[in-house]
């Protein structure tokens, strides 16, 4: 009888290791193909939060009424890098089909060969994009872009700040947040101070650093928690970096108790672009989602949830809206953060500011 | 003599016989244990031992910009760091807030522990329950509650304010003060869990003893009380270090960016820069760390308890 009994642990103990062994590394052996431009599913890696919230239902929920056949697996990242992490991860066995991530990562990723080029036969859409807004060698084009705004607290300031420099007024010391590098924030603040500093940051921000350590002694957090916005109305700080359209979108949100301005100095777009994983596993209805995406209805529904601006040519926003959105027609004092550089610079930024910027 | 020799031989032949039979139950009891150990084993190697290796092979590629992973075999990504004045830094601060941690929380564990340990209530188990309640919290809710208590308007600023003590905020977050103060009260369950297991040799009887021989109440917990909780305390002091030198969280949160200890950098390195053979490598140097106290800490209580 004991003999029995310890048979049969034996057998249930081999069983589960099994079973183990079995969940542990047959993930992949599941992921049949179920290549369909209308039906199947669709996973999308993008960013999380307020963002993952309007673009679900300013985009999401509406591909799925016209295509109720196509499920939509959404994966939230906090950022771009870690977004191409995960592809990275899965380079050889893709799960991920379209990602949405900014264009100075997406760069990174078409380099890779991690992502598929597009063409108006599989995303007809794609015609509506204009030259500027497409990647020249094919791959990704330019889902929707947004730019680096000065985000201040509206009592403090009943007038939004005109110039960045701001930042450096003694009144407003240890009221500042500033999100640090390797955040596109902080790379995109280095970049505009050394604008004001008459310098070309290709060739060195030496004087980018001397100003921003002036900065730093007032900025009370490099990272702020829960978010640069959030920290802005509740009064922890007053001012501080962010962007554009989740500004405007806290704006609202805080009953105006909080803005968001471009200061006169001039500020870097923050770019996303939709991409298509190479060798995804849906690919034609990534294609489909891609091609709605772009398509003026999805493109005018983002710009009035999140303000982001379109990248096509034939979204027409409400002017209340347009008026929030960052212009892309050439009217914005623009700082060119050129991606190709950046991805050069972002360890050298984020060392600089670690070692020499950054107050303890 | 026979009649006495023929029952040790009866019992002899049963010796050997039991012999037999207790060697085959044993073969037996090991393939069930090792039957019995295999599912966890199996799920330890895929956790741990795997991602581990993985960790350290990756720790010895390349990372080139834009998060490019060249495979090859360098020290460089060792090198890097190990004659690099500012990892040096980051890792003392983050040794040292690790001491720090582990003495305030053992301090401020201490007497609770104590209590509990000592104590006859009937409620007893109640308070421990109570002690330990807020592990049922997540550590991100409790660092959240720490920044809405500590911050510029937070609950201590501004009573400070509103009783007149303070013109300006003081600066109790995104600092090592906020990072160091949400630790102690993240790590004090753990602390006194730690402390209460460890509390083994402790006992009122002794106490006692020590008091009927002429020992003052101080005496007692100089010389009975605190010699024989001495290894619940650094076993505690222990595990507040290792937990406080490889949590990511708190720093994170409550540091603002100006806290830069292993794991934030190993984050950085990680997700924002891509540069995973350097996050590894850190990585490495952490668990080498974590190593070695654990070899000092061995070799202490060893001292303590022999």
């Not at chain 1, 499920?71 to 992490?85: C, G, P, Q, T, V």
């Not at chain 1, 497409?134 to 947004?146: F, T």
């Not at chain 1, 007053?238 to 962007?243: A, N, W």
């Not at chain 1, 027409?316 to 914005?332: I, W």
Request: hydrophobic share 45%; charged share 15%; net charge neutral.
């Amino acid at each position: 009888m004991r003999a029995t009994i310890k048979g049969k642990i034996t057998a249930v103990a081999a069983l589960s290791a099994a079973a183990l062994v079995l969940s542990g590394c047959g993930g992949g052996a599941g992921a049949a193909s179920n290549d369909s431009a209308t039906s199947g599913e669709v996973n999308l890696i993008a960013y999380s939060g307020v963002w993952q919230d309007q673009y679900t239902a300013a985009v999401i929920e509406p591909f799925k009424a016209k295509y109720p056949d196509i499920k939509i697996n959404y994966a939230s990242k906090r950022s771009s890098a870690e977004m191409l992490s995960a592809l990275q991860g899965q380079k050889t066995n893709p799960a991920t089909d379209v990602a949405i991530m900014d264009n100075s990562v997406s760069t990174t990723g078409n380099k890779q060969g991690l992502f598929e080029k597009v063409d108006a036969a599989g995303v007809p859409n794609l015609a509506n994009v204009p030259e500027k807004f497409r990647d020249k060698d094919g791959y990704g084009p330019v889902a929707m872009l947004d730019a680096v705004g000065l985000v201040y607290d509206t009592a403090t300031f009943p007038q939004a700040p005109e110039s960045w420099d701001v930042l450096w007024d003694p009144a407003y010391a240890g009221k500042i947040n500033v999100n640090a590098p390797p955040s596109l924030l902080g790379l995109s603040l280095t970049a505009i101070t050394a604008k004001m500093a008459g310098e070309d940051y290709t060739k060195g921000i030496d004087a980018a650093v001397t100003r921003l350590k002036e900065m730093a002694p007032g900025v009370q957090t490099f990272a702020p928690n829960p978010d640069e916005y959030q920290n802005v109305i509740t009064g922890q700080t007053v001012l501080g970096l962010g962007q554009n359209a989740r500004g405007q979108f806290y704006s609202d949100q805080s009953n105006k108790k909080m803005g968001v301005t471009f200061p006169k100095e001039g500020t870097v777009y923050q770019i996303n672009t939709i991409n298509v994983v190479k060798d995804a596993p849906h690919s034609a209805a990534a294609k489909t989602f891609v091609d709605y995406a772009l398509s003026a209805e999805a493109q005018t529904a983002f710009a009035k949830a999140l303000f982001y601006a379109p990248s096509v040519s034939n979204a027409e926003l409400p002017a209340d809206v347009k008026a929030r959105v960052v212009p892309t027609d050439g009217s914005l004092n623009i700082v060119p953060l050129d991606v190709e550089f950046l991805s050069s610079a972002r360890d050298k930024w984020t060392d600089i500011w670690k070692r020499q910027i950054i107050t303890k | 003599m026979t009649l006495l020799q023929t029952p040790i031989a009866a019992e002899k032949r049963t010796d050997r016989d039991e012999g037999l039979l207790e060697k085959a139950t044993e073969r037996r009891n090991r393939r069930t244990y090792l039957a019995l150990l295999l599912p966890g084993l199996l799920g330890l190697l895929v956790s741990f031992v795997f991602p581990l290796a993985y960790m350290i092979r990756m720790s010895f590629n390349k990372g080139a910009p834009d998060g490019v992973i060249v495979e090859t075999f360098t020290l460089d990504t060792y090198i890097q760091p190990l004659t690099d004045p500012y990892y040096w830094r980051v890792t003392l601060d983050t040794f040292q807030m690790g001491v720090t941690v582990g003495i305030l929380c053992v301090l401020v564990s201490y007497p609770v522990a104590l209590f509990l340990a000592r104590s006859t209530s009937k409620y007893r188990g109640l308070l421990i329950a109570i002690a330990i309640a807020p592990l049922l919290t997540s550590a991100v809710v409790r660092t959240y509650g720490w920044m809405v208590i500590l911050g510029t308007n937070g609950l201590i600023n501004s009573s400070l304010e509103g009783l007149g003590l303070i013109d300006t905020p003081l600066k109790l977050t995104n600092n090592m003060t906020g990072v160091t103060i949400g630790l102690v009260e993240i790590f004090m369950p753990y602390a006194i869990l730690a402390m209460i297991s460890g509390f083994g040799r402790l006992s009122p009887q002794l106490e006692e003893a020590a008091g009927s021989l002429g020992a003052s109440k101080f005496k007692v917990f100089t010389r009975v009380t605190l010699p024989l909780s001495l290894p619940g305390l650094l076993t505690a002091f222990l595990l507040v270090f290792v937990l406080a030198i490889s949590t990511f969280i708190t720093p994170r949160l409550l540091g603002g960016g100006s806290v830069q200890v292993l794991a934030t950098e190993i984050y950085d390195q990680t997700t924002g820069l891509l540069n995973w053979p350097f996050a590894a490598a850190l990585s490495v140097i952490l668990l080498v760390l974590f190593g070695l106290i654990i070899a000092v800490y061995q070799r202490l209580t060893k001292k303590i308890g022999g």
